[in-house]
């Protein structure tokens, strides 16, 4: 996230853990993934101050123990809004991901399953909890959710811009923020999917063993260890 105001000279950062993004023009975009990425262009933005990491379980929990919020996936959807939906259905929870046995389509839907119970303190369902996850970043958050914690740590969500701009690392046109290989001399650099998506996973060594989240600020080898 980002402070209220930025600003013009970086000085000393508002609130710890920020680091500053300097100012400047650079291509935002791809032409080589998804439609909506092109055309690449130059934009430019001004220098600002930028959390380190996202937001984890632990600073979520803070927030809601201070202000007693609801997130969206803790209420029950609004009838109007899903004409004609079984009643069952309309009870709080979101979407988990489903892994399937067998190869399906990208945009299978069986991947995917509506789980009640499902929500930032139950990640995976009913049955999950944030037990050893509290600095992975919080998860089954609504842009609702999100800006009602930045209002509330007197700081704003980043422009689509400021969020490119800060990920690219300073590299321009770099396929990554450390370069173009996925995984330089053999080690990851993010958590990914290895393997064919969304039903086999292949670990290999340097990788996380199973899918999902992993602590903020993670290395390829707390990474590992962190999702046994």
């Not at 430019?44 to 996936?73: C, I, K, P």
């Not at 670990?203 to 590992?224: D, E, L, N, Q």
């Amino acid at each position: 996230m980002t402070p209220e105001t930025t600003a013009p000279d970086p000085g000393e950062a508002p609130a710890p853990g920020m680091k500053w993004i300097p100012g400047g023009t650079f291509a935002m975009g791809s032409e080589k993934h998804y439609p909506e990425e092109k055309p690449v262009g130059p934009v430019a933005v001004d220098g600002f101050w930028m959390d380190e990491t996202t937001v984890t379980n632990e600073q979520y929990q803070t927030f809601v123990e201070a202000t007693g919020y609801v997130t969206v996936a803790e209420k029950p959807p609004d009838p109007a809004m899903y004409p004609g939906a079984d009643p069952a259905m309309l009870v709080p929870g979101s979407i988990t991901f489903n892994q399937p046995r067998a190869p399906v389509a990208m945009d299978n839907p069986m991947a995917w399953s509506w789980t009640p119970g499902a929500c930032w303190r139950h990640p995976l369902g009913p049955g999950s909890d944030l037990t050893g996850r509290e600095q992975h970043p919080v998860t089954q958050i609504s842009f609702e959710d999100a800006d009602a914690y930045a209002h509330w740590a007197g700081k704003k969500l980043p422009t689509e811009a400021q969020w490119e701009r800060a990920g690219r690392g300073d590299l321009e046109g770099a396929e990554f923020a450390w370069g173009d290989e996925i995984a330089p001399d053999g080690q990851e650099r993010m958590n990914r999917w290895i393997g064919e998506f969304p039903w086999k996973f292949r670990p290999r060594p340097g990788g996380p063993r199973k899918p999902g989240t992993v602590a903020v600020k993670a290395t390829s080898r707390t990474r590992s260890a962190s999702m046994k």
